[in-house]
């Protein structure tokens, strides 16, 4: 069974711009994902999904596979405030065409998952037939996590640590997020009225903390790229 990667890399990013394209360690950032998709044996094509022609022109410079085609989104379609799932579920059509079976999508922001990583996780999703999402560990006890007005605290958790007063590490219930890095799931659900959210009915791929470095900022690319002289 082959899948579909689907890689979104829109141009505009406020926080840092032309991000996607910003290299790391000798790379395009969005080239180490397209690398991980187009590397992997189930992948059989990798949709490109991006409104840049600069962006399309560094993917084919660097990626040298039949594997890789584009979806040239609009301006409009790649608006800061338009939601990557909005944008699959509205322009399925226009995205697969024809294609059957699922598609694997992979966020651009997540350099360090490999092509491990995404085997990794089509196998639980076989083994599963299920949806599947990458996610990972939250690096310190969200048991502590507590809401202020700046005067007193709330504990988000009803048995928090601090009301029962049982404050061990060792004793807190590891708890997960998503990390952006892996989405499968059925082209076909995408058509599907009652789908609300990309994680429906899906189970979790659970990722090494050093593999799920989110780039948004300088630092997070300092952090990525010392991981990677690192390997």
């Given at each position: 069974?082959?899948?579909?990667?689907?890689?979104?890399?829109?141009?505009?990013?406020?926080?840092?711009?032309?991000?996607?394209?910003?290299?790391?360690?000798?790379?395009?950032?969005?080239?180490?994902?397209?690398?991980?998709?187009?590397?992997?044996?189930?992948?059989?094509?990798?949709?490109?999904?991006?409104?840049?022609?600069?962006?399309?022109?560094?993917?084919?410079?660097?990626?040298?596979?039949?594997?890789l085609v584009?979806?040239?989104?609009?301006?409009?379609?790649?608006?800061?405030?338009?939601?990557?799932?909005?944008?699959?579920?509205?322009?399925?059509?226009?995205?697969?065409?024809?294609?059957?079976?699922?598609?694997?999508?992979?966020?651009?922001?997540?350099?360090?998952?490999?092509?491990?990583?995404?085997?990794?996780?089509?196998?639980?999703?076989?083994?599963?037939d299920n949806?599947?999402?990458?996610?990972?560990?939250?690096?310190?006890?969200?048991?502590?996590?507590?809401?202020?007005?700046?005067?007193?605290w709330r504990?988000?958790?009803?048995?928090?640590?601090?009301?029962?007063?049982?404050?061990?590490?060792?004793?807190?219930?590891?708890?997960?997020?998503?990390?952006?890095?892996?989405?499968?799931?059925?082209?076909?659900?995408?058509?599907?009225?009652?789908?609300?959210?990309?994680?429906?009915?899906?189970?979790?791929?659970?990722?090494?903390?050093?593999?799920?470095?989110?780039?948004?900022?300088?630092?997070?690319?300092?952090?990525?790229?010392?991981?990677?002289?690192?390997?």
């Amino acid at each position: 069974m082959m899948y579909t990667a689907f890689v979104p890399a829109r141009s505009g990013s406020k926080r840092l711009p032309n991000k996607n394209i910003k290299m790391l360690n000798g790379k395009p950032l969005v080239v180490w994902t397209l690398e991980a998709c187009v590397q992997s044996e189930h992948i059989s094509e990798v949709i490109f999904s991006t409104d840049s022609k600069e962006y399309w022109e560094l993917a084919k410079q660097y990626i040298k596979s039949d594997k890789l085609v584009l979806d040239d989104r609009s301006a409009e379609e790649a608006g800061d405030k338009v939601k990557i799932f909005d944008y699959l579920k509205g322009s399925v059509d226009k995205i697969f065409g024809s294609r059957e079976g699922n598609f694997l999508m992979a966020l651009p922001t997540m350099p360090l998952r490999n092509s491990q990583d995404v085997d990794a996780a089509i196998a639980l999703q076989q083994k599963l037939d299920n949806p599947v999402f990458s996610a990972v560990e939250y690096d310190f006890a969200v048991s502590f996590a507590f809401t202020s007005d700046g005067e007193s605290w709330r504990p988000v958790l009803e048995n928090s640590p601090m009301i029962t007063g049982n404050t061990r590490s060792q004793d807190q219930v590891p708890m997960y997020h998503p990390n952006g890095a892996i989405y499968i799931r059925p082209i076909e659900s995408l058509r599907c009225a009652n789908l609300k959210t990309i994680y429906d009915d899906g189970a979790p791929y659970i990722m090494d903390r050093s593999r799920s470095v989110d780039i948004d900022n300088e630092i997070d690319f300092k952090i990525a790229e010392i991981l990677m002289s690192n390997e």
